[in-house]
């Protein structure tokens, strides 16, 4: 059976509702949410908080590790660093999810920090992504405004 074709969707309570049980993010005053939905259903979402007009974190929650779609990363990558404006994106992996780690160092970012026991019994490692440091593969989603 072929997979429904999926959209973006900026439904801050239905993405906050899926995404905020999966990152540890807390709801704060001022976050906000990109999400993309197949069949009805969110099944990936990017939370941003602590947006200070250079700096923003952001938070990244998936149903799948396959449930990534083009559109959403680069409507992550635009909000960050088009819309906000933002020269860096920071974000928060615990130690023990190799997946994460690698989503983020693919993009270009570098671990900065490690907090130990952050996180219960895990240790959390503080990425950062500057916007000059995104890799070329991803450098042409801050031009385009396409959803494939």
Known sequence: MARMAGKLT??????A????????AALCMGMRAIGYERDG??????????????????H???????D?????LGAMLRYIFVVCGCQRAWARVCEDNVRSARFVERL???CVALLPGADGDSNVLIYRLLKSGL?????GFLRS???G
């Not at 509702?17 to 540890?24: I, S």
């Not at 990244?60 to 396959?66: D, K, M």
């Not at 890799?135 to 450098?139: E, H, K, L």
């Open 108 to 110: 270009g970012a570098h």
């Open 60 to 66: 990244v929650a998936l149903e799948s590790p396959h």
């Open 135 to 139: 890799r070329a593969p991803y450098r």
């Open 68 to 72: 990534l779609p083009r559109a959403l």
């Open 41 to 58: 259903k969110v099944v990936a979402g990017f939370l941003f908080d602590l947006y200070d007009g250079q700096n923003i974190w952001a």
């Open 17 to 24: 509702r899926f995404a905020l049980p999966r990152t540890g």
């Open 145 to 147: 405004t396409a959803h």
């Open 10 to 15: 900026v439904d801050f309570e239905r993405v």
